[in-house]
């Protein structure tokens, strides 16, 4: 509970600090140019990116031996995408997800497994593209690239020395752990039937949301080539990646306020940008409220079904 008010209060704080450097005007601006071609333009990419979401999310699922219908993994997905747009760490609504999978289908914990694999392939097919494009295209990381990219190497050398390490026979709390990661991985990820599925939707998802915060950028007013704005909203859509922010704003908006700032651009343009992005991605998730809205209201149907046996019951009782 602390950690998630220090939390809180910091990426406040950090949204304060922002404002009160960039001024508010700017933002202001920025989200009163957002117009009806705009909005519409990021409704039709966002059912783009939460079906390829839903798709792989369903490939993974199943690769794990959890049945999951791509119509049920829409819904389930566009709920998650508006509650990690209005919850607070940017995570909560693919916990939901994953748990209410898991129960329906009398699993959890692969429930779970299933989410948190389909989301880390995601995050390093983002991680692989994005410093593709950083390296070909001018940006305020570009010397730095050649040190994050030893630095993954190392880590992916790490973590492959690990694997060959640890032991995958016996019943210790270690050797269960690596079975069942090396299990999930050849299942759910590297099959034959999922991984190309898997590649396809995380690339076309990445386009999408490049797609939006660039839309994003010439909504607030930013006139720059695209190979310019490109790696900064690429730097923008890293910084999401963290579960540090209310709502989705906070290292966001810090990111893309340096990033443009760095690049030779205002950091005010920056903020409005990564604002514009935000209330796009709300828009585009309203859809989720609908689905989360129709759960909570029981069906008549389901009501009739499970009164009438009940009242069927009572009234056999009554006579006798």
Do not use: K
């Amino acid at each position: 509970m602390f950690w998630a008010w220090a939390r809180t209060l910091g990426v406040l704080g950090l949204l304060g600090v922002l404002l009160w450097r960039v001024g508010g005007g700017a933002v202001l601006d920025g989200l009163a140019l957002i117009d009806g071609r705009a909005l519409a333009a990021a409704v039709v990419i966002g059912a783009v990116t939460t079906v390829c979401g839903a798709w792989r999310w369903s490939l993974v699922a199943g690769g794990l031996g959890v049945r999951l219908p791509l119509r049920t993994a829409v819904a389930h997905s566009y709920r998650a995408v508006f509650l990690n747009a209005t919850l607070p760490g940017g995570v909560l609504g693919d916990v939901h997800r994953a748990v209410s999978h898991g129960r329906d289908a009398g699993d959890v914990g692969r429930g779970v497994r299933a989410v948190v694999w389909e989301r880390t392939a995601g995050q390093v097919v983002q991680v692989v593209l994005a410093l593709v494009l950083l390296a070909l295209l001018p940006s305020p990381v570009r010397s730095y690239l050649p040190v994050v990219g030893g630095l993954l190497v190392a880590a992916v050398l790490g973590a492959a020395l690990a694997a060959r390490v640890l032991p995958r026979a016996g019943r210790s709390r270690w050797a269960r752990a690596a079975r069942a990661v090396a299990g999930d991985v050849r299942a759910g990820l590297l099959a034959r039937r999922t991984w190309l599925g898997v590649l396809l939707a995380s690339a076309t998802m990445v386009a999408g949301h490049l797609a939006t915060f660039l839309l994003a950028a010439r909504t607030a007013g930013a006139t720059a080539p695209l190979s310019r704005l490109l790696p900064l909203t690429l730097l923008a859509l890293l910084a999401m990646g963290l579960p540090l922010n209310v709502a989705g704003f906070g290292p966001r908006e810090g990111v893309a306020a340096w990033a443009f700032g760095a690049a030779g651009l205002t950091a005010a343009q920056g903020v409005a940008t990564a604002t514009v992005y935000g209330a796009l991605v709300l828009v585009a998730s309203l859809p989720g409220a609908a689905v989360l809205l129709g759960r909570r209201i029981p069906n008549p149907l389901q009501l009739g079904r499970r009164t009438l046996p009940l009242l069927g019951r009572r009234e056999a009782a009554q006579r006798g």
